[in-house]
């Protein structure tokens, strides 16, 4: 089993930044992919980024080089740093965690509101 646990979301106006981290414990396989997922209401939950153990990533064109995803192989932490944020940016934001052995995991969710 994994346990993801998210923290850095919050309200900021249009223009600022935020940090979202995403922590996992567990019995976590040292070759896996984490990810952030947003979903809004109304919408369906969508993909912001993913980073494999390796350091790959892959982002979402859309969000035009706003949103950086790294993260800390010693820690189980993925990081998403979020400049630039705009109103449609509000959702709620879902840490992922994927394994061969384990499977897939998703965070709790933290929301994130941005003011016009």
């Known amino acids: 089993q994994v346990t993801l646990v998210e923290s850095g979301g919050g309200v900021v106006q249009a223009g600022g930044s935020l940090r979202l981290s995403c922590a996992a414990s567990?019995?976590?396989?040292?070759?896996?992919?984490m990810g952030w997922y947003r979903q809004a209401p109304g919408k369906q939950r969508e993909m912001v980024a993913h980073i494999i153990s390796g350091g790959n990533t892959t982002n979402v064109d859309s969000l035009k080089g706003r949103f950086t995803i790294s993260r800390d192989n010693a820690k189980n932490t993925v990081i998403l740093e979020m400049n630039s944020l705009k109103p449609e940016d509000t959702a709620v934001y879902y840490c992922?965690?994927?394994?061969?052995?384990?499977?897939?995991?998703w965070g709790q969710g933290t929301q994130v509101t941005v003011s016009s």
């Open positions: 567990g019995s976590i396989f040292s070759i896996n992919t």
């Open positions: 992922f965690y994927w394994d061969r052995i384990n499977g897939d995991y």
